[in-house]
């Protein structure tokens, strides 16, 4: 089911299995996000994003309160959307 966006559809399983320095994604708001380059370069530090890996980060993003900068690095980032129906209720 495509679920918009112009990025791959991914299953919750596949993106998790990005989750530590060398291929780190991210889940903020059902839209995965490739943030392996930007580890080195985010303000907060690597650790947290580490942190923020295989499960939904949208609460960890959010809560920051991240600037609209920040928001806009987003769209650069950006690699697919999650298939909701794998996502456990
Ligand atoms: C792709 C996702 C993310 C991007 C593009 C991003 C980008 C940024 C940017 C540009 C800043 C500088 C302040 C600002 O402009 O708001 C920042 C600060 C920060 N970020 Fe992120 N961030 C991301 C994800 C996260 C996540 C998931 C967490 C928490 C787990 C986090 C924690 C922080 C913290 C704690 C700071 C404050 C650092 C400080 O001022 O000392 N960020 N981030």
Known sequence: MKMGGEGKVYTLA???QHNNAKDCWLLIGGKVYNVTKFLEDHPGGDEVLLSASGK???DDFEDVGHS???R????ELYVGDIDAST???
């Open 68 to 70: 609209s900068s920040a």
């Open 14 to 16: 596949e993106f998790s």
């Open 87 to 89: 996502i456990p209720t």
């Open 72 to 75: 806009a690095m987003l769209h």
């Open 56 to 58: 939904d980060a949208t």
